[in-house]
């Protein structure tokens, strides 16, 4: 799993407003209506007002990455939550959340970030949640994903969560990963949950040129270059780094959804909080 780096995310806060823009642009919809309807729900459905989010830095494993909590924060207000970071770390940072009121918390190590609703016993997965952010974002970018090939490039928890969502928007799903077992075990649990082919690529070449749309939730730099892209080809893209070639991101801007957090922390929080 890609550990974000304090470059990756350094612009976000002061970029929400821009990005947000840039998202109706592309998708009609905003990073709110997007999450809203990544949750199955509406935009109204939620008061964000009416919840307290508690962010607490962790410092195990490779320890704190600066300014993330504080990113994620930033995120959540930005939608209309009350969002704090706690002083304190750790479990010092965990009681100092909840003593605070905090009605969701969220907190990241090296292999997990979670939000985790407190009176509701629940919790939402970053990367599950990432993977159905975006192919929310594809499909109001299309006007809908029903029996269009969609490939997944990566079947890691971000391409699982995904192409679980591919499955219930009735795309026709395709996924590679460089570890074959690994794409047909998920491969295997979508098509059983959605009773639905998924085809399990095993070139990616080909995998690739058979496609217009796509995830891209692998961590790979540069993997799509100008053999793979034509101005039709549309990408949301949660992998960090970006894998399209450098010289090939200006022409395919337009139809191309990245950001390091965004989407999976709005989708993360909107879901925490959703009614039942
Ligand atoms: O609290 C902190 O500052 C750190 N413990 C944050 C660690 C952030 N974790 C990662 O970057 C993990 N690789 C998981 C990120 C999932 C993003 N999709």
Redesign the pocket.
């Known amino acids: 799993?890609?550990?974000?780096k304090t470059e990756d995310i350094a612009m976000v806060n002061d970029q929400l407003q821009a990005y947000n823009n840039s998202l109706i642009a592309k998708t009609g919809y905003t990073l709110m209506q997007i999450a809203a309807y990544a949750a199955g729900i509406e935009e109204e459905d939620i008061n964000p007002g009416a919840y307290k989010l508690g962010v607490?830095?962790?410092?195990?494993?490779?320890?704190?990455?600066?300014r993330?909590?504080e990113t994620v924060a930033g995120i959540v207000s930005f939608l209309g939550f009350e969002a704090f970071v706690t002083g304190e770390?750790d479990a010092g940072g965990i009681a100092e959340a909840v003593s605070r009121g905090a009605d969701v918390i969220m907190?990241?190590?090296?292999?997990?970030?979670v939000a985790i609703n407190l009176a509701a016993g629940k919790v939402v997965d970053?990367?599950e949640a990432?993977g159905r952010g975006y192919v929310a974002a594809l499909d109001l970018m299309m006007g809908g994903l029903a029996n269009r090939k969609v490939l997944v490039l990566g079947a890691g928890p971000?391409g699982e969560g995904a192409a679980f969502t591919l499955g219930r928007f009735e795309a026709l799903i395709a996924i590679y990963d460089p570890n074959l077992a690994r794409s047909q075990a998920v491969g295997a649990k979508v098509s059983e949950a959605f009773d639905c082919y998924v085809r399990v690529e095993d070139n990616f070449d080909k995998a690739v040129l058979r496609h217009k749309l796509f995830i891209d939730a692998c961590p790979a730099p540069e993997i799509l270059d100008e053999r793979h892209l034509t101005d039709r080809t549309v990408i949301a893209a949660?992998g960090?780094p970006l894998g399209i070639k450098e010289t090939c991101v200006r022409s395919a801007l337009d139809r191309l959804i990245h950001d390091p957090?965004e989407i999976?922390v709005a989708t993360m929080i909107v879901d925490a909080v959703k009614p039942v």
Request: with cysteine.
């Open positions: 799993m890609t550990r974000l607490i830095p962790l410092t195990c494993g490779q320890g704190i990455i600066s993330f909590s770390t907190l990241a190590d090296d292999d997990r970030f970053n990367g990432t971000v949660p960090i957090l999976g």
